[in-house]
């Protein structure tokens, strides 16, 4: 894992609103299609997001659709996933992924990962 890096995990009561960020230092990201994973406790990492390198198209799990929004400011290098009507379920570890081949992160093998940032949903 490295590459990149992501922040703005944290505490939000269910129904809340949060925003995580995925910057790629030294990573041409322009290129690549960037994405999301979360993981909870004693669960499989799962798929939760991905788009497209000019963010024309994106793709979510089911569980998320409608909830949450992808998408990526490529001058800043930064990709970025808005989190609207938390619930408890989405309480897990966020990852970023990073690929030139969209079918690597679905798979969840993509080239590039970040460390993880905390999300806790709250009843």
């Known amino acids: 894992q490295g590459n990149l890096v992501e922040s703005g995990g944290g505490l939000v009561q269910a129904g809340g609103s949060l925003r995580l960020s995925c910057s790629a230092p030294g990573v041409l990201n322009i290129l690549l299609y960037m994405g999301w994973f979360r993981q909870a406790p004693g669960k499989e990492r799962e798929f939760v997001t991905v788009i497209s390198p000019l963010g024309k198209s994106a793709e979510y799990a089911d569980s998320v659709k409608g909830r949450f929004t992808i998408s990526r400011d490529s001058a800043e290098n930064t990709v970025y996933l808005q989190m609207n009507s938390a619930k408890t379920e989405d309480t897990a570890v966020y990852y970023c992924?990073?690929?030139?081949?969209?079918?690597?992160?679905?798979?969840?093998?993509?080239?590039?990962w970040g460390q993880g940032t905390q999300v806790t949903v709250s009843s």
């Open positions: 992924a990073a690929d030139s081949q969209p079918d690597r992160i679905r798979a969840g093998t993509p080239n590039f």
